[in-house]
Antibody, heavy 114, light 108 residues
Framework: QVQLVESGGGVVQPGGSLRLSCAAS????????MHWVRQAPGKGLEWVAF????????YYADSVKGQFIISRDNSKNTLYLQMNSLRAEDTAVYYCANDRLGDWGHGTQVTVSS | DLQLTQSPSSLSASVGDRVTITCRASQSISSYLNWFQQKPGKAPKLLIY???SLQSGVPSRFSGSGSGTDFTLTISSLQPEDFATYYCQQSYITPPWTFGQGTKVEIK
């Protein structure tokens, strides 16, 4: 069955960087676009970024444009989110999901705090 | 950007009640509307896609309807496991892939 497993979250100081990973299995990863979606504490779902199946096109929410970079390595069945210049408002659980948002990982917590 | 507005933001209901949640788009999104259920500490789960298609494995008490700008999620007979937060989401005008603000369904 489909499995998406996020990792790389943690506590980081404001201005710091983190790279999240999402390991995919149980489906043909290189055929599907992938999303990152986040959820701040007590808040709703916020779409963050999307990358097409072959990495040719990438799209970002205005709130993270120029700050986050989505990428993928189809040889490793892995999705990434490079997060730079982190701010307190980036504190959230980050989920990866497939292009139809039909399958989600369990999420990884990112906390930006001094 | 396109906006999705859910109503109500929260509701209290009893087991067995019929529950209806609405989602209004700021412009037409055809039928490109999905519904998700999220329980505390868990990832969202896709319930309904393309406005009215039931995702595999989702109980038939869940149904969706609508097109254009007005959409509805209905739970025909609320069960204890249905107490959760529900989100609508559009995939017609992207990016961004917009979510509604959520509707929390609580026990009366």
């Amino acid at each position: 069955q489909v499995q998406l497993v996020e990792s790389g979250g943690g506590v980081v100081q404001p201005g710091g960087s983190l790279r999240l990973s999402c390991a995919a299995s149980g489906f043909t990863f290189h055929n599907y676009g992938m999303h990152w979606v986040r959820q701040a504490p007590g808040k709703g779902l916020e779409w963050v970024a999307f990358v097409r199946y072959n990495g040719s096109h990438k799209y970002y929410a205005d709130s993270v444009k120029g700050q986050f970079i989505i990428s993928r390595d189809n040889s490793k069945n892995t999705l990434y989110l490079q997060m730079n210049s982190l701010r307190a408002e980036d504190t959230a659980v980050y989920y990866c999901a497939n292009d139809r948002l039909g399958d989600w990982g369990h999420g990884t917590q990112v906390t930006v705090s001094s | 950007d396109l906006q999705l507005t859910q109503s109500p933001s929260s509701l209290s209901a009893s087991v067995g009640d019929r529950v209806t949640i609405t989602c209004r788009a700021s412009q037409s999104i055809s039928s490109y509307l999905n519904w998700f259920q999220q329980k505390p500490g868990k990832a969202p789960k896709l319930l309904i896609y393309a406005a009215s298609s039931l995702q595999s494995g989702v109980p038939s008490r869940f149904s969706g309807s609508g097109s254009g700008t007005d959409f509805t999620l209905t739970i025909s007979s609320l069960q204890p496991e249905d107490f959760a937060t529900y989100y609508c989401q559009q995939s017609y005008i992207t990016p961004p892939w917009t979510f509604g603000q959520g509707t929390k369904v609580e026990i009366k």
